[in-house]
Structure formats: C-alpha cells, structure tokens
C-alpha cells in the first residue's frame, strides 16, 4: 500500500461520503469540499458504518484512521493534496465548474477522478488546467464496500493518469475495470439500466411488484451474478459444449418480444404512487440508516463467503478483499519490521491496537471468546510476516500453521475497549515456532488476556513438515537475540487446571 496521502474531495453526500470513509480507512487524511451544512454529521454517520462494516470484513487490522478536515471552497480542497476525487450532482456544469476551479490550484501532477455514473470524460476536462489529468472513477454504493469502480479516460485524458487513477483506486482494496472507450453510462450503468427499465414496465402493468421483481433477483440470478456475472454463466448452461450451445439453443428468443427495454413506461403520477407505495411496503418501516446496515452486513457476508473459496484466494469479488487483506498485512509488516533490530527497545513487540466493535460481544455482555484468539492470531500474522511471510514466500506453498495454543482469561473486554496486543518470541527452530501474546487495555494495561501458540513451518502442497528459509530463520534469530534477555511470561507453557497465577 503506498504511504499516508492528502486527498481532495469535491461532494460529501451518499458517494462522496462512501469516498471519505474508504480513504480515511486505509490511513489517508481527506480534505474535503460540500456546501451542504449537514455535510460533517451526514458523512460521520456513513464513516461509522463503514468502520462497523470494514472491520468484519477483513481479517486484518486496518491503519490508523486518517484526519478528516472541510473546507469552504473546491480551491482549498485541491490545495497541497496528491489526488482529487470528484462526487457532485450529475450536472455537467457544475461539475465542470468545480473541476475547473481546483484543477487551477492543485500541482500538475496532481490526478482528478470523477465520480459520475454517465457524463462523459471529454465534455468534463473541457476548462480544467492539465485536462489530461482527469479520468472518471466511477464507483458503486456503497463505495465503502463494494470494489469495483469503472477507469474511463476522455480524449485528452493521458495513460499515465489513467494508471495513477488505477493505482490509487487498487491501494484502498478497489478493483478498476478499465474501459477502452468513453460512452454515456459506461459498462455497469449501461446493464443496469436495462434492467432498471424493465423492471419499470413490469410494476407499469402490474405483472409483478416492486418486492417480487426484487425476490426474482435475489433468490435467483443475482446470486449467481455476484461471482460469475453473466456470460460465464451463460457458458456453463450451454453444458459440455459451452457458449456455442448455449446461442444457438437459446439465441433465438432474442427475436421473441419479452422485454421493454425499447418500450419504456411513462412516469405517470399515477406510477410513480405505486413504485412509493411498494417500496414503502418493502422497506416494513426500517429506517435508511437501518437498511444500510442490513446492506453492509449481507455485502460482507456474500463476500467473506467469495474470499473462502479457491483455498483462501478466493474467486471475484472474494479474491479482490484477500488481495487487501495481504495488503494490508504488508503495510503492518513494514510499521513493525524495524523492532526486529532494534535492540534498544527490547521490550514484546507491539502488532495490534483495535477497538472492539459491537458484533464481538455475546450473550453476556463480553467480548466471544473466539474473538481473544482472533485478536492473538492478527498479532501472529503481523510477526510471520515482519520475519518474511509476505505473499511472494506464501505463494511458494510454505508457511507457518498452529498446531497447539492456549488460552488464559484475565479480565472481560467489551464493545468499545481499545486494546493491543504485544507478542514475544519464546524459542524457535528451523520447524518451530513458539510465541506468546498479552492482550490489553489501551491506557491502563491492564490484562486482559494472555495466548500462547506453538506453529510448525509446512508445505501446504505436500502436507508436511519442512525448515522455514534461510532469510526467515535469520529474521527469527535477529528476534531471538533481543527477546532472549526477557524474562519468561508467568503463563508460559501452562496447562488446562494449573493453579492460577498472579503477574503477566
């Protein structure tokens, strides 16, 4: 991931406020531009969310949470920032207006991305300064979450912003899906909107409502669509003889007079009444707030699901949050790389500093106690790869697997707690691994938990015990040679009915 940025933001309702808390997120400080008095509570309410939402989604710590400043003119936003993200109603003067005046300000290299969901590139650049720059980053709401976000250039629209465009986007855990020429409504709106119009002429003549057309959706073919799309699919229904079967079994119907998608329905009064009535109906009075969390919460379960796949690297959406996961243990990786050979600071290696969120407590008001082992087992992650894990070793097949821990419960943690997470090494070997962890309470230090692991260097393909490398076992020796002047955790190697004892 690159290092800490400035961005500007131009807009801060529904997509621009998606923006900030992506980049706020991943550690970037955002200065940001809405006239909108409600602006700071509005965004603050989207960032809470996407901080409920980000944190169940990936399985790594994320970086500290960057500064969020507004500002009162698109001049001030564009000032001393290394990227630009543009959100503003989809009207092209006003969009051309502000890009203009920031592009004014803002240093040449200085990358703009806009956010439009259809206006195009070229008619946009017209009156910036460096209109090269500029490129459509069009993304999906939530923006939060969600990882695609569609790289359109207009014609005076430069490569080498297109791939900064492309760089930034993919750094905060996005996938950029570059389109080779500018259109109105690009790729995705263009699909949506076919559908969006049909959908429209079946509540029209009351052939379906609005709740029924979303059931054949969401029972149906939208689950197929969130990891295949559609002509893969297409393809495995053409059976063993593929997409050519597939067209002319069922090419056809193309000709048969199903869909609307010519014949669109007058927005009547009278329609728009009904679309009202069936999504109020639909909504059972959950409030906007509410549905978005009920969103978040099935977005990031259908994506979690995504990543378990293909032996943890997932498939579509699933296999872009596994990236950023391994991004994200990168980036953890060089914030604590230097402790390795620091022996002037001898102390356990501090790998964790998290709040814990609401979802982690139980029944009984506590933190879960699988979430103890979670909390240890980001501190393990972030060591293995301090000592060179990273994915390049990872995709070798090799790795460390825990095969004995334990567990002992001091104090209970709840929603809220900030707490860290130090870890020392206890011994190694060329297969062994044997390491020890505190949790505690960010400004007391108090205990709250202790986890102890044993982990054996294996082939994943072989099945099999094997040395770890040359340059990991040096990493582990440069380790060794400063917590080896520690004094031994009190809890070390206990077992499961030991009398209890006092002291970390």
Known sequence: MPGRMRVGLLGGGVIGAGWAARFLLNGHDVVMY??????????????????????KLVMTPLPPLGTLTFVATPEEAATGVEFVQESAPERMELKQELLARASRVAGPDVVFGSSTSGLLPTEMQRDMTHPSRLVVGH????????????????????????????SVYASIGMKPLHLHKEVDGFVADRLLEALWREALGMVADGVATASEI????????????????????????????????????????????????????????????RLVSQSDDQAAGQSIRELEVLRDDCLVAVMQGLRSVNNGAGYGAGSVIAEYDRSLMAAGAAAVGGLLVDPANPGPMRLVDREIPTD???????????????????????????????????????????????????????AGDRVYVDLQLLSHDEKRLNLFTWIRRSGTGDLIATVEYMLLHASTAESRTLPAAPQVLAALDTVAAVHSSLPAPVRAARRIGDKPVKGD
């Open 139 to 166: 993304p999906f709401n939530p923006v939060y979450l969600l990882p695609l976000v569609e790289v359109v250039g207009g014609a005076q629209t430069s490569q080498a912003a297109k791939d900064r465009a492309a």
């Open 34 to 55: 809405d006239p909108d008095p409600e602006a700071s509570r509005k965004v603050g309410e989207v960032l809470a969310n996407a901080t409920r939402a980000t944190t």
């Open 360 to 414: 982690w407590i139980d029944y009984n008001g506590h933190v879960n106690d699988s979430r103890y082992f979670q909390l240890s087992s980001q501190a393990t992650d972030g060591f293995l790869a301090a000592i060179g894990l990273d994915a390049d070793y990872l995709a070798t097949g090799n790795t460390y697997m825990t095969v004995e821990s334990h567990v002992c419960y001091v104090d209970q943690a709840h």
């Open 214 to 273: 979303d059931d054949a959706i969401r029972y149906g073919a939208g689950l197929r669509w969130s990891f295949m799309g559609t002509f893969l699919v297409y393809r495995i229904a053409g059976g063993e003889a593929g997409m050519h079967h597939f067209m002319a079994q069922f090419g056809p119907s193309l000709q048969w007079p199903w869909s609307k998608l010519t014949d669109v329905p007058e927005l009547t009064e009278e329609l728009l009444d």
